[in-house]
């Protein structure tokens, strides 16, 4: 299945659905092809838990506690 950019920012849900029944869809931007959908298999899916993992401990790195003000006055100027 071949779509455009402007059908697939139209339609993207229908689009979708074509992918979860198995087809790939190209999307084509001025006629040249620019992505494509596809279905993805279990085999896809990552081994692992993608998922939040909880509280981080980060180690003590002897770096003062800086408040929000302190944090924006430090990095004004610096093209943050």
Do not use: C
């Not at 800086?66 to 610096?78: M, V």
């Amino acid at each position: 299945m071949e779509t455009t950019a402007r059908e697939f920012n139209q339609r993207s849900s229908q689009i979708l659905a074509a992918a979860a029944r198995g087809e790939t869809v190209t999307v084509t931007k001025n006629g040249v092809a620019v992505a494509r959908v596809v279905p993805i298999s279990e085999d896809d899916v990552p081994p692992y838990p993608t998922e939040p993992m909880g509280e981080i401990d980060l180690p003590d790195l002897g770096l003062p506690d800086l408040g929000d003000d302190e944090i924006e006055e430090t990095l004004r100027g610096t093209g943050s």
